[in-house]
């Protein structure tokens, strides 16, 4: 089916979800590689970076031949901090922004950056705090989601880091603080 649409619109690519080992991936990529959808030229196959293990596993997941990693940030959350989003009774604990959920997110990012693959994030953090924009333009992420009526002040806070990182550059290279 997948097939028959990349036919009439070439710009559509795969997206693998919830990959959590390498054996997982290897056999998914083996049914895409075996199929007519496998043979035609330009499909992008990219995975979802929602389960902890991505952290660990992405420099061979790479290797077995994804061309790009797209960070879901609220299954992420979940899984690192073990916490229901859903649930009224943890919903507090959700934090996209918890030391552990950003240490996760900048090493998909760095490993990503150094396979040579780029990055994009989806999930709620960037519509709602333009703090979490930074921190992901100063991991060098390459894109970033955000819900259509963030998209403006997404912008403003994006092209704002991006300034702040170019400056701090070029102090540097300056040799000013």
């Known amino acids: 089916m997948l097939a028959e649409v990349r036919e009439r619109h070439p710009n559509v690519h ?16 083996d049914l895409v590689d075996g199929s007519p959808l496998g043979r035609q030229r330009g499909l992008q196959r990219w995975l979802t970076a929602e389960v902890p293990s991505v ?9 077995l031949g994804i061309d790009g990693v797209s960070i879901g ?9 073990g916490v229901d989003r859903d649930s009224e009774r943890l919903a507090e ?11 996760a997110i900048s090493s998909i990012i760095e ?10 994030l ?14 992901l333009v100063r ?4 894109s970033i989601s955000v819900n259509p009526d963030a998209v403006g002040a997404a912008r403003a806070a994006i092209a704002a880091a991006e300034q702040r990182v170019l400056l701090e ?6 040799g000013r603080p």
């Open 55 to 63: 952290v660990h596993w992405l420099p061979e997941y790479v290797g």
């Open 73 to 81: 940030s609220n299954d992420l959350t979940q899984l690192v901090l």
């Open 169 to 174: 550059s070029a102090r540097r290279t300056e």
């Open 122 to 135: 989806y999930g709620q953090a960037p519509s709602r705090e333009p703090g979490f924009a930074e921190f």
């Open 111 to 120: 490993q990503a950056t150094m396979s040579g693959v780029p990055t994009s």
């Open 139 to 142: 991991a060098g992420i390459t």
């Open 93 to 103: 604990l959700f934090d996209e922004s918890d030391p552990a959920v950003l240490a």
């Open 14 to 29: 795969l997206m693998i979800p919830f990959v959590r080992t390498r054996w997982e991936l290897a056999a998914v990529l």
